[in-house]
């Protein structure tokens, strides 16, 4: 394992400095596209927010202020969220989907855990980052709903599941592990572009692994695309999803007639 991250952070390198449809590495910043989009026929605009989260607090401020502007506009403002189960719901769930349902809910913690114990204040998740006001509109599946298909072909987020979810997982660690923890994420994260490429190359030969990421991301691109086309069928929309789903939801947006009319790119995370 020690030899294989340096190795996987080599490879990727090159990549990101390249670039991807999911980001690139410029001058140590890791960078995320914000595309827009015209309908061919009707004019009509779609921003496509591209998204990491957990990035500089200047990172979710400035999609604030793009929000902020063109919501003046009349855009309608949609966003990437598969929810929250309280305790009681989730003891309700068949046992299978209880423990895919935990696990979510540790991961969402641990990533927080991380900004805000690894990083100083300018590193924050993005839940804290953007303000989701009520008359945003969240256009994603619900939690169960991503359980429920990773129960029916026993996939889960690692090897046992019958690991219980752990909390304040960095509590206790010596300070030479957290350091070497810090250093490690904060460069995975500016090497983001290239590190997804290559274990998306290594996942083509796992399919468990492709399976998880058909429900993770290829199911999910065609609601968020679904929630993009029936809200612009009334009004220009800017939605806010991880980059990941980028690919994805380009594909469908350009099957229903938008042509990528510009792209800008947002400094994201950098040390």
Do not use: C
């Amino acid at each position: 394992m020690l030899i294989l991250i340096p190795t996987v952070l080599l490879i990727s390198w090159p990549i990101s400095f390249i670039g991807t449809r999911i980001g690139r590495t410029r001058g140590g910043a890791l960078q995320i596209p914000v595309r827009l989009y015209q309908h061919k026929e009707t004019g009509r605009k779609v921003i496509l927010v591209g998204a990491i989260h957990i990035g500089k607090k200047a990172y979710y401020e400035r999609i604030q202020n793009l929000v902020d502007h063109v919501s003046t506009d009349g855009f309608q403002i949609l966003y990437e969220g598969v929810g929250k189960m309280d305790d009681k719901d989730i003891g309700s769930l068949p046992p299978k989907q209880r423990v895919i349902v935990r696990q979510m809910k540790a991961i969402s913690a641990f990533m927080q855990e991380v900004s805000t114990k690894l990083f100083d204040e300018d590193v924050v998740y993005q839940k804290h980052g953007l303000e989701y006001p009520d008359w945003w509109v969240r256009t994603d599946v619900e939690v169960a709903h991503v359980a429920a298909p990773f129960a029916e072909v026993d996939l889960h987020f690692w090897d046992n599941p019958e690991d219980e979810p752990g909390e304040k997982l960095l509590e206790d660690t010596p300070e030479e592990i957290v350091w070497f923890i810090k250093t490690m994420f904060a460069t995975a994260i500016k090497l983001l572009p290239g590190i997804s490429t290559v274990l998306g190359t290594f996942k083509q030969f796992n399919p468990k692994k492709r399976a998880r990421d058909h429900i993770i991301i290829t199911m999910r691109d065609e609601v968020a695309a679904l929630g993009i086309l029936q809200h612009a069928e009334h009004a220009d929309v800017l939605s806010i999803w991880g980059a990941a789903h980028i690919p994805g939801i380009h594909k469908h947006l350009s099957a229903a007639g938008y042509r990528l009319t510009a792209t800008d790119w947002f400094d994201a995370f950098w040390t």
